[in-house]
């Protein structure tokens, strides 16, 4: 089934240390978005791509959307305050279509089979979302000191792509945005709508590329897949 994608892409590089936007940094040579363009790009179910982006850095990144030959990239929406008002001017500049997919494009290691999977749940169910199980122990710490152990086999970490059928996730957005509501994903807007939302379980590659240590297991994921390629 066929899709459009948003991609929150008015990032900063503060707690990455860099001194522009992350995105702009480079793996192997190639700027972090540019692998996550890629990926829809080459997904023939996918029809386009808008991206939210900072008004002093559109120039910039159609020039690399250009560079590097991406063909699905269909518009620029100018990043807000907030990633959700990025994610919102992208939504309504799209326009309607029937499954939407929100995508950080500092996510550069998506697997397609996860954003098959997630399109067919949105379809189906309205909002399905990318997530992976909590591996490590959690706990609850006030004032330094452990107040609660919390039982993990319930949690799990959400990352993105999240997946919707299109008017639902646009009413969502807007209805935060006329009661100032600020959700921390697109997931928690729709949630409060009362509209259920599936998780997909994705892979635990799917890191965002934040600080800098995830640069280094950015380089160490394409080392990998550079080796079972050439194997």
Not at 167 to 176: D, H, K, P, T, V
Not at 181 to 195: K, P, S
Request: net charge negative; charged share 25%.
């Amino acid at each position: 089934m066929n899709y459009t994608v948003v991609l929150p892409a008015a990032g900063s590089g503060k707690r990455m240390k860099a001194d522009r936007n992350k995105l702009l940094l480079e793996l192997s040579g190639k700027p972090i978005f540019i692998y996550t363009l890629e990926v829809f790009d080459r997904d023939p179910n996918c029809e386009g791509m808008w991206l939210a982006v900072k008004d002093g850095e559109r120039q910039l990144i159609e020039e690399y959307v250009e560079r590097y030959e991406i063909k699905k990239v269909k518009g620029y929406a100018i990043g807000g305050a907030e990633r959700q008002d990025s994610v919102r001017a992208g939504l309504e500049m799209a326009g309607p279509c029937e499954v939407v997919l929100v995508h950080d494009a500092a996510r550069p290691f998506i697997s397609p089979s996860v954003i098959t999977e997630l399109v067919e749940q949105a379809n189906q169910s309205g909002a399905a979302i990318a997530g992976v199980p909590v591996k490590d122990t959690i706990k609850k710490v006030q004032g330094g000191l452990i107040t609660e152990t919390v039982d993990r086999s319930s949690l799990w970490m959400i990352q993105t792509p999240q997946a919707f059928r299109y008017e639902l996730l646009l009413q969502a957005a807007q209805l935060a945005q006329a009661e100032a509501f600020l959700g921390t994903d697109e997931a928690m807007l729709v949630e409060r709508t009362g509209h259920p939302v599936q998780v997909v379980e994705s892979t635990y590659e799917n890191v965002k590329m934040t600080t800098p240590d995830d640069l280094i297991y950015g380089q160490a994921i394409l080392a990998s897949r550079l080796q079972e390629e050439q194997s």
